[in-house]
Structure formats: structure tokens, C-alpha cells
């Protein structure tokens, strides 16, 4: 009666190994995929990322701003006419006055509102470079969640591989009578137990490759290679220094800084406002 029942284990545990082998036999080719290389992928998000184009976008036209508030409006040119008798020849009346006229404001207002504008654009501009940076950062995470990911499976396969031999050896075993039954059973059941898991890691790898297809503006399902492992790079900057360039060159504390100056020429143009204009005609 064990015996029977041994052998519908057996069984039972055969069919599942021939089952999960043949979905992980298509997954096999991850391993001869193209490289990914993470250098590469940075400049195509930062060339097509949606939200990065826009907001250089926005950058540009604050910049063609500043020549625009600089400048001068445009002269006024007018045309009147008159219907006063000329001395000469009554019957004829028609008289034409032709005017120019420039409106000049104060002086220092133009200069005002061209730094005000030139504020404003180079905030933009510390907005661009934070998403750049937002960009990066975010590629940079998916990228080696990806990479975790094809490792994962890369290993699973390698230890799958080991388990099949594993099970061969035992069944040589068992049929030359060197071995047990429940060895053969044993190690099926843990190939099975393993091949469980496959489905797991491969959602995995996808949920990483729709991440990173998305920052990269692609299809979600689009195919990819395969990633690199990172580099090892020793930290040599001391915190000191780290702690400076944090305060120096991060966006969003430049972006603050020229908020605080533009506030204060607003302030000084909203003062100048008061004060006349010229008309030159």
C-alpha cells in the first residue's frame, strides 16, 4: 500500500516537473538578449521623457521673454485728416497731418523688468534641471530593479538545472537499486516546489521593464535587453565636501535663491511705477 502510494507521488510529482519546465523553457532566452547600457538609456529619457520636453519648453519661452520686457513698445504713427480750405484754392479741402509718437518709460523701469524676467527664466531653468535629476534618479531605480530581476531568474534557472540532475542521479540510483525511492520523490517534489516560484520572478522582470519602458516613453510591453550589473565605485568625497555640493548645486535651493532675489526687484519695480513715463511724439 505505501509503495502504491509512493508511486502516485512519484508520479504526480513527474507531471508537475514536465509541466512548469515546458512555461520555463520560453524564458530561456533572456539570457542571450542585447545589453541594456544604462549611459544610453539616461539620454533617450532625457531627449523624449513628455514632461521634460514641456518644461523646456516653458524654459525657452521665459528666456524669449526677458529681449520682449527689455525692449521699447512700438512707435505709434497717426494719420489726420482735415477738411480746412487752403489759401490758395478753396474748393479744395483736404488736409492730411501725419504724427509719430514713443512712449518712454522712467528710467531703470525697462532694466527692472528685464532682471525680474531674467529671474524668472533662470528658475525655470533650476526646474528643468531638478526633473532631469528626478529623471535620472528614477531610470537609475528601475534600471537595477530590473537588473535584481534578471539576476533572479538567471539563478533560478542555474539552480533548476541542478535540481534536474539531481533528479537524474537519483533515479539512476533508484533503477541500479543504489538508492531509495523517497530520494527520487524527495528531490522531485523540491524541483516542483521550485519551478512554483518561476511565475513570481517573471512578473517581476516585467513589472521592471514596464517601469523603465514608461520613463522611457515607450510602449510598456516593448522588449528590452538585458541589464548590467552595476559597477562597484568607491565613496572617496568626504561628507564635508558631499555636504557642500548638496547646498550648492542642488536645483531646488538655487530655484528658492532666485525666488528671493526676484522678489526683491518686483518690489523695487512695483516702487518705480509711481513714477512718470514719457511720450516723445
Known amino acids: 500500500m505505501k509503495r502504491n502510494r509512493r508511486r502516485q507521488y512519484l508520479t504526480i510529482a513527474s507531471v508537475l516537473v514536465m509541466c512548469f519546465s515546458s512555461g520555463l523553457s520560453g524564458a530561456q532566452d533572456t539570457v542571450s538578449r542585447s545589453k541594456l547600457v544604462l549611459p544610453d538609456l539616461i539620454q533617450e529619457a532625457l531627449a523624449r521623457n513628455p514632461e ?68 524668472s527664466a533662470e528658475m525655470t531653468e533650476q526646474s528643468v534641471r531638478a526633473k532631469e535629476r528626478e529623471l535620472v534618479t528614477r531610470l537609475k531605480q528601475a534600471y537595477y530593479d530590473l537588473f535584481l530581476a534578471q539576476k533572479a531568474v538567471q539563478i533560478h534557472h542555474e539552480q533548476v538545472e541542478l535540481l534536474r540532475q539531481f533528479v537524474e542521479i537519483t533515479n539512476s540510483k533508484f533503477r541500479t537499486g543504489k538508492g531509495s525511492q523517497a530520494d527520487v520523490l524527495k528531490a522531485q517534489v523540491e524541483l516542483s516546489l521550485l519551478l512554483q516560484h518561476y511565475p513570481v520572478l517573471e512578473q517581476r522582470c516585467k513589472t521592471a521593464e514596464a517601469m523603465l519602458n514608461t520613463l522611457l516613453d515607450r510602449g510598456p510591453a516593448s522588449p528590452l535587453g538585458m541589464a548590467e550589473e552595476p559597477a562597484q565605485l568607491p565613496l572617496e568625497e568626504s561628507v564635508d565636501h558631499l555636504h557642500h555640493l548638496a ?35
Do not use: C
Open 247 to 281: 547646498l550648492n548645486d542642488r536645483p531646488e535651493l538655487k530655484a528658492a535663491e532666485l525666488d528671493v532675489q526676484r522678489s526683491k526687484q518686483s518690489r523695487t519695480l512695483a516702487q518705480r511705477q509711481y513714477y512718470p513715463d514719457f511720450n516723445v511724439a
Open 52 to 119: 521634460l520636453v514641456a518644461a523646456r519648453k516653458q524654459w525657452a519661452a521665459a528666456t524669449n521673454r526677458i529681449a520682449q520686457v527689455r525692449s521699447l513698445d512700438d512707435p505709434i504713427l497717426s494719420l489726420q485728416m482735415w477738411n480746412v480750405p487752403q489759401p490758395f484754392n478753396v474748393a479744395r479741402t483736404e488736409n492730411h497731418i501725419f504724427g509719430l509718437s514713443q512712449n518712454l518709460p522712467f528710467p531703470g523701469k525697462l532694466a527692472l523688468k528685464g532682471d525680474v524676467a531674467s529671474r
